[in-house]
C-alpha cells in the first residue's frame, strides 16, 4: 500500500486482483472526509495508469485541500452590517452601533438638555436603535464613542464611506453628522461635519445615509473654551475615536431622530 501525505488527510492506494482503487480520508477539522473513491481498471496498459494517476491526484489533493480549508474557515458574522451596506460589493472595516454600543462604546451629550437612549422596538432591521432627543434652542449634540480604541480610517480616506440608517419623529428634521478624532495626541477634540441634508433628506422612514470620507475633509474645528470660539485644525484620521449628531440653535422647532448600523465601508465606489 502506497501513502500520499496531504494536508488534511492522506490518499491510501490498495492493490486488488482486478482493480486499483483509491480512497481518500481526511480530518480537516477533526471532521472524517471520505467516500471520494476512483476506480481505474487493472486492464489500462501501465504507463497510461500511471499518467491517469498523475493527473488524479493532484485534483483529488486539490479537492480535499479545498473542503478541509472551507470547512474550517471562521468568518466574522455581521448581518447588520451587511443590511445597512445597501450593496453586495461593500466591505465592512468596522462599526459604531448595531444593535448596542461598538468596542465598549459609549454616549455624550451637550447640553444636560439633550440625550441619546439606546431605543428598544423601533429599528431598522433589528431589535435597538439609537434616539437623539437634542435640545433644539441651544447648540446640541449627542456622541457615540469607541470605548478601548480608535479606529485608523486613512487607508479608506479617498473610497470610504460612512454609512448608517436614519429616520425622524416629524421628517424635514435638520442635523449634521460628525466624526470626532482622538483627544490624547493634542489635547483637544477635532471635529469634521456634514449636513445631512446634502446627502438626502430626513423623512418618517428609514433612509439609508451615505457618505463618501473624503467629503468630510482633511481638516476640522475644535472648541476652544477660553476663546469661546471653534479653531481651524488638521483632523487625524488615523485615530478616529466618535460618530456625532450635531444640531445648530434654531433649526428644528423639536428634534428627535433614530439611527441604526452605523457602519465605515471600505471601499463602495
Not at 495626541?185 to 418618517?204: A, C, M, N, Q, Y
Request: proline share 4%; with cysteine; charged share 25%.
Amino acid at each position: 500500500m502506497g501513502i500520499f501525505p496531504i494536508t488534511g488527510g492522506v490518499i491510501a492506494m490498495r492493490s486488488g486482483m482486478k482493480r486499483k482503487e483509491v480512497t481518500i480520508t481526511g480530518t480537516p477539522d477533526n471532521e472524517m472526509t471520505s467516500g471520494m473513491v476512483s476506480r481505474i481498471p487493472e486492464a489500462v496498459h501501465s504507463r497510461s495508469r500511471d499518467r491517469t494517476l498523475r493527473r488524479v491526484v493532484p485534483v483529488l489533493y486539490w479537492l480535499l485541500l479545498v473542503s478541509g480549508t472551507a470547512y474550517s474557515l471562521k468568518l466574522p458574522f455581521f448581518d447588520k452590517n451587511a443590511e445597512s451596506s445597501g450593496s453586495e460589493n461593500t466591505e465592512i472595516f468596522d462599526w459604531f452601533f448595531s444593535e448596542s454600543y461598538a468596542h465598549n462604546g459609549f454616549q455624550y451629550t451637550y447640553p444636560a438638555s439633550s440625550s441619546v437612549t439606546v431605543a428598544k422596538g423601533n429599528a431598522h432591521g433589528g431589535r435597538y436603535a439609537l434616539q437623539f432627543d437634542l435640545d433644539p434652542d441651544d447648540y446640541s449634540g449627542g456622541s457615540i464613542c469607541l470605548g478601548d480604541r480608535e479606529y485608523n480610517l486613512k487607508p479608506f480616506f479617498r473610497k470610504g464611506t460612512l454609512q448608517f440608517w436614519a429616520k425622524g419623529a416629524a421628517g424635514n428634521e435638520k442635523a449634521w453628522v460628525a466624526l470626532v478624532d482622538d483627544e490624547k495626541s493634542d489635547g483637544h477634540k477635532t471635529v469634521v461635519r456634514l449636513e445631512i441634508d446634502w446627502f438626502g433628506p430626513v423623512t418618517t422612514e428609514w433612509t439609508l445615509f451615505s457618505i463618501p470620507l473624503e467629503k468630510f475633509g482633511e481638516r476640522g474645528v475644535f472648541w476652544d473654551a477660553k476663546e469661546q470660539r471653534e479653531v481651524d485644525d488638521a483632523f487625524d484620521w488615523e485615530r478616529v475615536a466618535e460618530f456625532r449628531i450635531e444640531v445648530k440653535k434654531g433649526d428644528n422647532s423639536t428634534f428627535r431622530l433614530w439611527v441604526d448600523g452605523v457602519v465605515i465601508v471600505k471601499s463602495l465606489r
